[in-house]
């Protein structure tokens, strides 16, 4: 062997590290520490929780709005229906043989004799 030269690996091309460790210390300063990660899961949760939270609210909305359109279109079709009973109702009040028979009737009117009726020029 040459003078100057061991039998030495070559160290030349690894990191001189302070601890001694090699490589394994360079992978821990990459990784984040452990209460970071743990905080990170907690806001994930918390904000999965609040958006489930949200979602519910919006299903419950959207349920009560449906149940409210229905409410108002039963209401609106029961308002049709006494509509029309009630312009039934009028046409059967404003009938000619109804007025007739009430007159005739309650009030004791007759219909005017020939000498009664005045033609007007």
Same mark, same amino acid.
């Given at each position: 062997?040459?003078?100057?030269?061991?039998?030495?690996?070559?160290?030349?091309?690894?990191?001189?590290?302070?601890?001694?460790?090699?490589?394994?210390? @360079?992978?821990?300063?990459?990784?984040?520490?452990?209460?970071?990660?743990?905080?990170?899961?907690?806001?994930?949760?918390?904000?999965?929780?609040?958006?489930?939270?949200?979602?519910?609210?919006?299903?419950?909305?959207?349920?009560?709005?449906?149940?409210?359109?229905?409410?108002?279109?039963? @209401?609106?079709?029961?308002?049709?229906?006494?509509?029309?009973?009630?312009?039934?109702?009028?046409? @059967?009040?404003?009938?000619?043989?109804?007025?007739?028979?009430?007159?005739?009737?309650?009030?004791?009117?007759?219909?005017?004799?020939?000498?009664?009726?005045?033609?007007?020029?």
């Amino acid at each position: 062997m040459a003078a100057g030269k061991t039998n030495r690996p070559v160290a030349e091309n690894r990191p001189r590290t302070r601890s001694g460790q090699g490589s394994s210390s @360079r992978n821990r300063k990459l990784r984040p520490p452990r209460k970071r990660m743990t905080v990170l899961w907690i806001v994930l949760m918390v904000l999965f929780f609040v958006e489930a939270l949200f979602y519910a609210w919006c299903r419950v909305q959207c349920v009560n709005a449906g149940y409210g359109i229905d409410r108002e279109n039963s @209401r609106h079709q029961a308002l049709l229906k006494e509509r029309n009973t009630l312009k039934i109702e009028l046409a @059967r009040l404003k009938s000619p043989e109804r007025i007739e028979t009430i007159a005739r009737t309650r009030l004791g009117l007759v219909m005017p004799d020939v000498q009664q009726k005045v033609v007007l020029p």
